[in-house]
């Protein structure tokens, strides 16, 4: 069983936000694969929705709590259904990359992200794989808040476009993945 999650915040406010690539792109890939819709579950908390590919079960979620403590809806998951750390695959914006550079990535430090901070922390290990979407870097430090809570601009929206049947193949070679 392979557990993909799009890392995010679920309130509107936050659609389209840099900070919510995970959640921008997971929503591409459940719509791609022509999946149900999601479906919160409390016990998760997080939405989710199943598939079956070649003979594997793949789970996608979106976890429903605040970005900070996201590794609780993935750790919940990953226990049910005793999901090893190594089956997990984290989509999440990266701000030391440049917009749309794309990179597979397993284990490793948060780097100061702490939606992989929490996770890292609730399952207990760094052993997961990430797949890190570049979403640049504001100007100095002190706007990193407001720049990843802001939208992407028409130029950036475009660049990530363009990445998007990588990313599909990233998800795919992982879910293929024994």
Same mark, same amino acid.
């Given at each position: 069983?392979?557990?993909?999650? /799009?890392l /995010?915040?679920p309130w !509107?406010?936050y659609v389209?936000t840099?900070h919510?690539?995970g959640?921008?792109?997971?929503?591409?890939l459940?719509?791609?694969?022509r999946?149900? !819709?999601?479906?919160?579950n409390?016990? *998760?908390y997080g939405?989710?929705t199943?598939?079956?590919i070649?003979?594997?079960?793949v789970?996608?979620?979106?976890? %429903?709590?605040?970005m900070n403590?996201?590794?609780?809806s993935?750790a919940? #998951?990953?226990?049910y259904y005793?999901?090893?750390?190594e089956n997990?695959?984290v989509?999440?914006?990266?701000?030391?990359? !440049?917009t749309?550079?794309?990179?597979?990535?397993?284990?490793?430090?948060?780097? /100061?992200?702490n939606?992989l901070?929490? %996770?890292i922390?609730?399952l /207990?290990?760094?052993?997961?794989?990430?797949?890190r979407?570049g979403?640049d870097r504001p100007i100095?430090?002190e706007?990193i808040?407001?720049? #990843?809570l802001?939208?992407? %601009?028409?130029?950036q929206?475009d660049?990530?476009?363009?990445q998007?049947?990588a990313i599909y193949? *990233?998800?795919l070679?992982?879910i293929?993945?024994?």
């Open positions: 069983m392979k557990l993909l999650v /799009g /995010g915040n !509107p406010q389209h840099r919510n690539i959640f921008i792109l997971i929503d591409q459940r719509e791609r694969w999946l149900d !819709p999601f479906i919160e409390k016990k *998760f939405w989710i199943q598939w079956v070649e003979w594997q079960k789970i996608l979620l979106k976890p %429903t709590t605040y403590r996201s590794g609780q993935i919940s #998951v990953a226990s005793d999901i090893i750390p997990i695959f989509i999440h914006d990266e701000i030391d990359f !440049p749309a550079k794309i990179a597979l990535k397993k284990g490793g430090s948060h780097a /100061g992200h939606g901070k929490d %996770t922390e609730k /207990g290990t760094k052993d997961f794989w990430r797949l979407i979403i100095t430090k706007m808040t407001d720049y #990843v802001g939208s992407f %601009t028409p130029n929206k660049e990530i476009r363009q998007r049947d193949e *990233f998800c070679a992982f293929r993945e024994e």
